[in-house]
């Protein structure tokens, strides 16, 4: 293999793989919705936003425990769920990212209790 076709080669590995990281962002920032209103519906979602936040490197072993326990995880939590999770913490900034995301989601105003 020639050097230029090898450089040619990498190129479009390189392309490929960004190309591909690219196309999954939208796919993983979809289920940021439901995840934020899991959280609002506990009041966690300030607690969630802190630990994202403050945990920084620690995240990654977080997202390691997700895989390691994924099978136990499998009957309560879809694949591409766990899958989307762990992703989120193995990247600093799109857990950053997610925090923000929690922290600007505006919540349900309580509902007023009707006088008797």
């Not at 995840?35 to 990654?60: D, I, Q």
């Not at 997202?63 to 989307?84: C, E, T």
Request: one cysteine or more; hydrophobic letters at 50%; glycine letters at 6%.
């Amino acid at each position: 293999m020639s050097k230029c076709s090898f450089v040619l080669l990498f190129h479009n590995l390189c392309y490929l793989h960004i190309r591909m990281q690219t196309d999954a962002l939208p796919e993983a920032h979809a289920s940021w919705p439901t995840w934020a209103e899991f959280l609002r519906r506990r009041g966690l979602e300030s607690l969630a936003a802190w630990a994202l936040e403050s945990a920084g490197p620690l995240t990654v072993l977080g997202a390691q425990a997700l895989y390691l326990g994924g099978p136990l995880l499998r009957p309560a939590f879809s694949n591409g769920q766990i899958d989307a999770l762990a992703g989120l913490l193995e990247d600093h900034s799109e857990a950053l990212a997610f925090a923000a995301f929690l922290r600007a989601v505006v919540p349900v105003p309580a509902r007023e209790e009707m006088p008797s």
